[in-house]
């Protein structure tokens, strides 16, 4: 690894615990820009898992006060993601790393589109939500159990995902659950880190990178996030995503 690259894996990974904290997704910057510097499809994908944990926490900490209250729901939400992300884990050790590879064009896509419709489900959310009571039942900890398996075998906009799944079937304030998706994605970032960090392909100068900045940028997330331009961050992630797809059909 050269300097430079250094240099460019840590501002991804700080604009990457950023994104994750605010919006979700930001494995969509750092994925790309690994597999741009030459590294793996699937090396990527467990360095990310790694190095970004410490961000996901770092960004849960930092909402720590949309947290109060919500002890007995994390507990359980997050037992459901923990399980996902093991089963998701296996997939990715068990399947071959060809089929990882014709998967990743379509993961990402799905997670462009996902980062598209965003705002939509954000304006819904904020147009619905009043009180405090669950409105999904016994749906939405399958649906979390779900995002719990994709989270543990790509990662990406696994908050996306999580905060239209919450949004719909859970009646809280946003910025209560997005602490709640922060918990939930940290979760499955260190369940699934754990296992890979074991088991699998990993650079471990990659995580070391990842893991300062990522925390870095998790805390500027939750504490200068929500006034960052939205429409930057999300136009961000889009042109970096469908450059992604590019390279890995014309790859």
Do not use: C, H
Request: charged share 10%; net charge positive; proline share 5%.
């Amino acid at each position: 690894m050269t300097w430079w690259q250094a240099v460019v894996i840590v501002l991804a990974g700080t604009w990457a615990g950023t994104i994750n904290t605010v919006v979700g997704s930001g494995t969509l910057i750092t994925f790309p820009v690994l597999v741009a510097l030459g590294y793996p499809p699937v090396t990527a994908t467990t360095s990310n898992a790694i190095g970004l944990a410490p961000g996901a926490i770092s960004g849960s900490v930092g909402y720590r006060r949309e947290l109060a209250g919500q002890r007995d729901r994390v507990l359980r939400f997050a037992l459901f993601s923990v399980i996902g992300a093991g089963v998701g884990t296996a997939l990715l050790l068990s399947l071959p790393e060809k089929a990882f590879e014709t998967i990743v064009p379509w993961l990402i896509g799905l997670a462009v589109v996902l980062v598209l419709i965003q705002p939509k489900v954000s304006a819904w959310v904020l147009r619905t939500s009043s009180g405090d009571a669950p409105r999904g039942g016994l749906l939405i900890l399958p649906l979390v159990f779900v995002i719990g398996i994709y989270g543990g075998y790509f990662t990406a906009a696994q908050g996306v995902l999580l905060m239209g799944v919450l949004g719909i079937l859970v009646r809280d304030s946003l910025q209560r659950l997005n602490a709640l998706k922060n918990v939930l994605a940290a979760a499955v970032n260190v369940v699934a880190g754990t296992v890979y960090a074991f088991l699998a392909p990993v650079s471990w100068p990659v995580i070391a990178l990842l893991a300062i900045s990522s925390t870095l940028g998790g805390l500027l997330g939750a504490k200068i996030g929500r006034r960052l331009p939205p429409r930057v961050l999300r136009a961000t992630i889009i042109v970096i995503g469908v450059a992604a797809i590019a390279n890995f059909l014309l790859s």
